[in-house]
Antibody
Framework: QVQLVESGGGVVQPGTSLRLSCAASGFTFSSNGFHWVRQAPGKGLEWVAL????????NYTESVKGRFTISRDNSKNTLYLQMNSLRVEDTAVYYC??????????????????WGQGTLVTVSP | DIQMTQSPSSLSASVGDRITITCRASQSISAFLNWYQQKPGKAPKVLIYAASNLQTGVPSRFSGSGSGTDFALTISSLQSEDFATYYCQQSFSIPTTFGQGTRLEMK
């Protein structure tokens, strides 16, 4: 079945780095764009980054620009998030999500499905 | 960035009730609006995409409506498994943004 499995979370100190991975299975990985979405403890959902199906375009939320890098390896069916210069406010569960969509009447609609189970990143002094 | 505002932030209801959660965008987003359900300790899952399209496998008691700036998620007859937090999301422009969430609790 379609599945996304994140790994790589943990407890780190401010200023350090961490790399998250997301292993995909059950579908053609190279056909879809992917996102990272995070959720701080007890808070709502925040989009972090996007990468196109072929890796040609990437976008980031303002607060992580210059610190985080999204990438993918289509030969390994894996999505990555390299997080550098981590801050306390980066503490969250990080979800890997697949971009789904369809086009109708000249508009292309997108939504997130499925979501991985999430991996917790805790940045603490 | 487009701001998404949900109301109410929390809601108490009983099994069998009909409830509606609303979502307002800070600018017109046509029908680029999705709804997600999240249960404690679990990842969100999509219920409705493109404002009114029911995701495969989602019960028909869920429905979505609206376009432009005002949207609604309706559950026609609440079941026990529907008590969760609900989020709207605009996919009109990057960055995609979410509402703050509506926590649906059992009365």
């Amino acid at each position: 079945q379609v599945q996304l499995v994140e790994s790589g979370g943990g407890v780190v100190q401010p200023g350090t780095s961490l790399r998250l991975s997301c292993a995909a299975s059950g579908f053609t990985f190279s056909s879809n764009g992917f996102h990272w979405v995070r959720q701080a403890p007890g808070k709502g959902l925040e989009w972090v980054a996007l990468i196109w199906y072929d890796g040609s375009k990437k976008n980031y939320t303002e607060s992580v620009k210059g610190r985080f890098t999204i990438s993918r390896d289509n030969s390994k069916n894996t999505l990555y998030l390299q997080m550098n210069s981590l801050r306390v406010e980066d503490t969250a569960v990080y979800y890997c999500v697949r971009d789904q969509g369809y086009c109708s009447g000249g508009n292309c609609y997108e939504w997130f499905d499925p979501w991985g189970q999430g991996t917790l990143v805790t940045v603490s002094p | 960035d487009i701001q998404m505002t949900q109301s109410p932030s929390s809601l108490s209801a009983s099994v069998g009730d009909r409830i509606t959660i609303t979502c307002r965008a800070s600018q017109s987003i046509s029908a680029f609006l999705n709804w997600y359900q999240q249960k404690p300790g679990k990842a969100p899952k999509v219920l409705i995409y493109a404002a009114s399209n029911l995701q495969t496998g989602v019960p028909s008691r869920f429905s979505g409506s609206g376009s432009g700036t005002d949207f609604a998620l309706t559950i026609s007859s609440l079941q026990s498994e529907d008590f969760a937090t609900y989020y709207c999301q605009q996919s009109f422009s990057i960055p995609t943004t979410f509402g703050q969430g509506t926590r649906l609790e059992m009365k």
